[in-house]
Structures are given as C-alpha cells and as structure tokens.
C-alpha cells in the first residue's frame, strides 16, 4: 500500500472527529452533569451504598478491564486475518448504539442503566486499538507526530462542534440533554463512515487458514516475545503505564471536581461554567497538540513529553491547593487544554515510531492499550478509593502527583533512538 496518501490519511484522522465527541459529550460535559443530577448524592447498587461519583468511576474501571483482556486476544486475531477493519467496526458501533441507549437512563434502574455506560466506553476505547494500529501503515515515522496531531485536532474541532450544537438545543430551544445521547452516537456512527470509505482493510493481503483463534494467539505470543527484547518500547511502555494513570484519570473525573468544589454562584452558573470550561480545553487542546508535535521535532519526543509531564504535575498542585472559584477553573481549565492535546498525540506517534519493522501492528498496539487502559483502571480506582475513604474529592487529586513523578523518572529511562530525536 502507498504510504503517505493524503486522501488515506485524511480518511484515517476522520475518524477522530468521528468519535471524539464520545470522550466529550459523554465523558467529559453534558452526561456527568445529567448524572450528577438525576442519581442521588448516595446511590443503592445492588444493597450496596455508594458516592454517585465514585460508583461511575467504579464502572469505567470495569470498562477499561474489558477492554484490556479482549483488545490482546481481538488483535492477534486481527493481524493474522488481516481485517483489523471489520474489529474497529463493531467497537464502533457497540460504542455509538450505547450511547444512544443513554436516552433512557434512569436511577431507578441504576444497575440496567449503567450497563449503557459500560458498553459505550468498552466501544469507544475498544475502537482505537485497530484504529491506532492503522498509523504505521499509512505513514512513514517522520510523519508521525504531525498526523497524530492532525487527528486530535479534527477530534477537537468536532467533539466541540456537537457540542455546541447539543447546548443550543437545551439552553435556547429546551430539549431534554437526553437527546445530545442519541445525536452522540448517531454522528459517531455516520460520520465513521467517511473514514471506512478509504481506509485499507488487509493491508499484507494475509489468507488466513486452520484454527484462527489458535492462530491469533500464538501472533499475540511472538509479538510479546519480540516486544520484551525492544528496550526502547519496553521501557517506554513503563513510563507511558505510569504518566497515563494520572492524565487519563484527571480528564476522566475533573467535570465532578468541577462540580462538588467551585463555588458557583447558582446550579445555572455552575452548569453553564463547566460547559465553558469543557469548550476552553478543547479549542486550547488543538495548538497543545501541533505546538508539542512541533517542539519534539526540535527536542525529541522524549524531553517533550517530559516537559508536559511537568506541566501536569503543576496542575495537581493547583487544584488541590488554589482552584476554588469560577475564575480559576477556568484558568487551569486552559493549562489542562493545552497539555492534554500535546500528550495525547505525542504518547500515541512516539509508540508508533518505536516500532519495529513488522506487519503486526494491531498486535503491537494492543500492548499500548493494555497498558493505557490498566493504568487507567487503577487511577479511576484510586480516585474513587481515595474520595470514598476521606469523603474529599480534592485528596483524590493530590494522589495523582505520584503518577506522574514516578512516570517522569521513568521516561529518563528510555535509551535515545535516532527517529525520536
């Protein structure tokens, strides 16, 4: 296959402003809001008592475990058989039915409801697996880190641009927010489409035969084989497990910082702020991405990433010390913005670069996504742990910092090569 077409590669980045607005609309803005406000402060799940707050991470933690033991086993089947396509396809539509389905939550059927929430993240995360495994075969490593960025950006763009459209609808004409559940998942599903048109299903024109699952295991075992004595991922993978507990996990939870610990003025100014600051990290996000991809072509990507990581770390201290009202949400709001599009792109293109010359790159990246989303179970865990332990949200923050220091020594680790530099 070409590499470096343009149309492909424009396909290919599509598909974030396709899904993209699942981490948004769902994750991140109207659907916590709407959570906050229909489940009681104590909720009753199966005659157990929770924080409403630390139930839901409890549920994403189970998302990610999921998604953790399937994507391993899913994407040696995927490089054997060569149809990493027809995989990201049915996470997709998994993800963007659930989100539909959203439309009828209900506390009073918390247990039946949070399975929409569960599916919809085991989707979504579910889909970047194969989705991720594509950047390698479309692009040569020097194009890496400004694709990814591209493909964050569009993401930006559109997640925000839903967004908009879903707030105009409650604020101005008084739509129930459940319907932003259903234009959710329809634009995610419909707009995937654009990126299945062009993107290339079996790449290696792999004609698999005898015993698939057998066969898929046994790519999954010589790609761990080979990944074990790649020093530079091995190490990098550590590193990446340790920081991304920490960014995931901020980015996970902050809508609920956002609303047990400003002071709004009123529910309406509370609700309209975390909107705003929900948009302010995502046009913020879109420079974060390109300025990082620019700044590791001049530093490497290593130092770049360490650089963001320190960034992190500042906000931690912020928020559990300083972040108290409107104003200051909103200020540190743009500093997670601006960090969160840099490290997010770059975490994904330096993988990609430290690949070796292979054809199992769904296999390759499912490794990453164990480890993204491991760390992220035990991050969301550790947060509702912490909270549900001191009844304090902003505990729960403070915990972070460790990610991130521990991730920041552990990338030093990581022996230069020459496509990182």
Known sequence: MELNNKKIINAWTFYDWANSVYPLVITTAIF?????????????????KFINT??????????????????????????????????????????????????????????????????????????????NAYLPEIATPDLHDKISAQGFSKG????????????????????????????????????????????PNNVYNKKPTGNVLFKGFRELKNVWIELKNIKQLKRYLAAFFIYSMGVQTVMIMAIFFGTKEISWADEASKTTGL??????????????????????????????????????????????SVVKTPLHFYAIAGV????????????????????????????YFSFYDVTEKIGIVIGTFMFGFIEGITGDIRESILGLILFFVIGFLMLLTVPKKEMLN
Request: aromatic letters at 16%; one cysteine or more; proline letters at 2%.
């Open 275 to 320: 909107i705003v600051s929900v948009l302010i990290i995502q046009f913020i996000a879109i420079p974060g991405a390109y300025l990082m991809a620019y700044l590791s072509s001049k530093v490497g990507n290593i130092k770049a990433l360490g650089a963001n990581i320190f960034i992190w770390i500042g906000i931690c201290i912020a928020a559990y």
């Open 54 to 131: 630390e139930l839901y991470s409890y549920i994403i933690s189970l998302s990610f475990i999921i998604v953790a033991v399937l994507s391993p086993i899913l994407s040696g089947i995927a490089d054997y058989t060569g149809n990493k396509e027809k995989f990201m396809k049915f996470f997709c539509y998994l993800g963007s039915l659930s989100c539909i389905s959203l439309f009828f939550f209900s506390a009073q059927h918390i247990e039946l409801s949070l399975v929409s929430v569960l599916l919809a993240s085991i989707g979504f995360w579910g889909s970047l697996v194969f989705y």
């Open 32 to 48: 916590p809001i709407f959570y906050e406000a229909v489940v009681p402060q104590t909720v009753d799940f199966f005659n157990f």
């Open 156 to 199: 930006y763009i559109g997640s925000s641009l839903l967004l908009i459209i879903c707030l105009v609808l409650i604020q101005v004409f008084g739509v129930d927010a459940r319907y932003s559940f259903i234009l959710t998942g329809l634009w995610w599903m419909g707009f995937s489409q654009l990126t299945y048109a062009r993107l």
């Open 336 to 363: 997670v913005g601006f960090v969160m599009g840099g490290i997010q792109s770059l975490s994904r293109s330096t993988y990609s670069k430290l690949l070796p010359n292979t054809q199992e790159h769904a296999s």
